[in-house]
């Protein structure tokens, strides 16, 4: 990975359901992706796609200058991201991390907390749409954070969805989501 320019390349941890086909989306549109899975045969397949397969996060982290991580829970996104061996192990001031989980939008207010003491900007961008969607970047991302930053992600952003809305400040990306996730159950039960 050493050969690697990081100011051009992006990171990705989860690379399962929905994140293995954002990651793909990535390459498709001419990213270089370094990635990481817990599931070794995830990792495999992508490095068939063309992704640089990192041993962690941190070392994702260490490889680009911009993350994603795309986890199931919040205890799994505050591993990757704030944990031991986690991407603010490997970021350097400057970075920028996309948290693209659905999850609590008050530990996504607690990890841009503690990446912006380190100088990295953060912003929370989780998606609807499926695993059909995710593969075929038809997406729809709610955003959260800071203008300018966000700004700074929309090629990473447009080359996975097709809509994108910045919902304001850090947090309101996932508030909005799981408002979304609440409407889709509460409209399933109704019918």
Do not use: W
């Not at 690697?4 to 359901?17: E, H, I, L």
């Not at 070392?59 to 200058?65: E, L």
């Not at 192990?89 to 999850?103: R, V």
């Not at 609590?104 to 912006?116: E, I, N, S, T, Y």
């Amino acid at each position: 990975m050493s050969s690697m320019d990081r100011n051009s390349t992006v990171g990705f941890v989860g690379m399962g359901v929905m994140g293995g086909g954002m990651a793909s989306n990535l390459l498709k549109n001419g990213f270089t992706v370094v990635g990481y899975d817990v599931s070794p045969a995830r990792n495999d397949h992508m490095a068939t796609l063309g992704a640089t397969i990192a041993d962690g996060p941190a070392a994702v982290a260490r490889a680009a200058s911009k993350t994603i991580c795309m986890v199931e829970t919040t205890a799994q996104a505050e591993s990757v991201i704030v944990g031991e061996g986690g991407i603010l192990e490997g970021a350097e001031a400057g970075d920028i991390h996309l948290c693209m989980s659905t999850i609590d939008p008050l530990a996504v207010k607690r990890m841009h907390g503690q990446l912006a003491e380190r100088g990295i900007a953060m912003i929370d961008a989780p998606v609807s749409g499926g695993q059909t969607r995710a593969e075929s970047g038809d997406l729809s991302a709610m955003v959260g954070g800071d203008a300018a930053t966000v700004e700074a992600c929309r090629p990473e952003l447009e080359a996975m969805t097709r809509s994108i809305f910045h919902m304001g400040e850090i947090g309101q990306g996932t508030a909005m989501k799981l408002v979304n996730n609440m409407l889709i159950q509460t409209t399933s039960v109704v019918v």
